[in-house]
C-alpha cells in the first residue's frame, strides 16, 4: 500500500488523489486475489456430466482411495434449463451452483472450512440480528427517529439504522446459498436471494434519501454533502451495488442464454463477497464519522498512561457504538 501511494503521489501529485488512487489499486489487487483463492474451490468437486444422457450413474468423483461413488435419483434429474447451463459451464470450467449438489459428496475430501461453513452461516446471521438491536438501542440514545422539517439529526439517524438493515438483508442474500436449512427446491432459494437483494437496495435507497434530506433542511440549516472519506467510499459501493444488481437481475432472471450466464456467474460469486465486506467498511467509517459528531473523548487532567481504568469515561452513546462497530 504504501508503495502505491508513493506511485500515485507521483502521478497526481496531490495527497488526496493519491490517496484514493492507492486505496483503488489495493481494492482491484484483493478482487484479483480472492478470484484465485475462490477458484480452486470451485473446482474442487467435478460432476462427470453427458449431455445427452445428464449427469453419469453412478459418477466416480476423486481418485484412488479417495474416491467416492454417488447416485442421482432419477426423479431429480436436472432441467433442459439446467442441462444447457452445465453444458456451457464446462466449457468454461466452472461448477454452476444452479445444479442440484449431492448432500453427501465427498465430505472426507473437503477442507475445514468447509466442514464449519454451516456453523459460520448460523453465527454470521445471528449476529447481523445482533447488529440491528444494538442499532436500535443506539438510535434511541441518540434521539429517536424523525421525518419532520427542522429535526435534521433526528431524520439523519434513518440513513445509520436502515444501512444495517441493509446489510442484514445482504447477509441473508450473501449466504442463501449456504444456508444449511435452505430449501431444496432451487427455485425458492434463488427467488430468496434475489429479494433479499431487492430489500437491501430499498432500504439504502431510502437511507439515502435521510441524507439528503437532512442536509438540506431549510429549518435546521444547510450541510454539505459528499465531503467525508465515508460518502466517497459509500458512492463507490453503491456503484458496485448497482452493476451487480443489475447484472445478476439479468442474466440469472430474464436471459435465456446459457454461455451469457455462465459467463456472468463467474464475476458474480466474486463481485459478491467483495461488495459485502466493503458494505461492512463502509459502515465502520460511517459509525467513525458519527461518533466524531457525538464527541466520545473524555476529559483527562495528566498523562493518559493508562487509559484502560478510564475507559468508563466514555460516553454511553460510544460504547453502544462502539460495540455495534
Known amino acids: 500500500f504504501f508503495l502505491e501511494y508513493l506511485v500515485c503521489y507521483l502521478l ?17 489487487c484483493s478482487l484479483f486475489a480472492v478470484a484465485h483463492i475462490q477458484a480452486p474451490l470451485r473446482l474442487t468437486i467435478h460432476i462427470p456430466y453427458n449431455h445427452r444422457s445428464g449427469f453419469s450413474e453412478p459418477s466416480e468423483i476423486g481418485s484412488g482411495n479417495t474416491s467416492t461413488r454417488h447416485t442421482m435419483d432419477t426423479d431429480q434429474s436436472p432441467s433442459q434449463e439446467e442441462q444447457d447451463v452445465a453444458t456451457a459451464n464446462s466449457e468454461t470450467g466452472l461448477l454452476d451452483h444452479n445444479l442440484p449438489i449431492f448432500p453427501n459428496a465427498i465430505e472426507r475430501d473437503l477442507p475445514l472450512l468447509e466442514k464449519v461453513r454451516p456453523v459460520a452461516t448460523l453465527v454470521a446471521h445471528s449476529l447481523a440480528l445482533c447488529s440491528l438491536l444494538v442499532t436500535c438501542r443506539w438510535i434511541f440514545m441518540l434521539g429517536g427517529l424523525s421525518w419532520k422539517e427542522g429535526e435534521s439529526k433526528l431524520v439523519f439517524n434513518w440513513h445509520p439504522l436502515l444501512m444495517i438493515v441493509a446489510f442484514c438483508f445482504m447477509t441473508v442474500a450473501s449466504l442463501s446459498f449456504r444456508f444449511p436449512f435452505r430449501s431444496s427446491a432451487h427455485n425458492l432459494t434463488k427467488a430468496v436471494h434475489g429479494m433479499a437483494w431487492l430489500v437491501a437496495a430499498i432500504s439504502a435507497c431510502i437511507a439515502l434519501i435521510a441524507v439528503f434530506k437532512s442536509h438540506n433542511d431549510s429549518v435546521s440549516g444547510y450541510v454539505a454533502n459528499l465531503y467525508s472519506f465515508h460518502s466517497w467510499v459509500g458512492s463507490f459501493v453503491i456503484t458496485i451495488y448497482i452493476v451487480q444488481f443489475t447484472m445478476g437481475a439479468y442474466a440469472f432472471y430474464w436471459s435465456s442464454l446459457p454461455s451469457f450466464k455462465a459467463a456472468v456467474l463467474q464475476f458474480h460469486v466474486v463481485v459478491g463477497p467483495v461488495l459485502y465486506f466493503s458494505m461492512a467498511g463502509t459502515i465502520l467509517l460511517g459509525i467513525q464519522e458519527k461518533e466524531g459528531f457525538v464527541g466520545c473523548s473524555y476529559k483527562v487532567d495528566s498523562p493518559d498512561l493508562f487509559p484502560l481504568p478510564r475507559l468508563g469515561k466514555i460516553p454511553p452513546v460510544c460504547l453502544v457504538s462502539h460495540s455495534m462497530g
Do not use: D, G, V
Request: aromatic share 18%.
Open 12 to 28: 497526481f501529485a496531490a495527497p488526496s488523489a493519491a490517496l484514493i488512487c492507492s486505496f483503488s489499486s489495493l481494492f482491484a
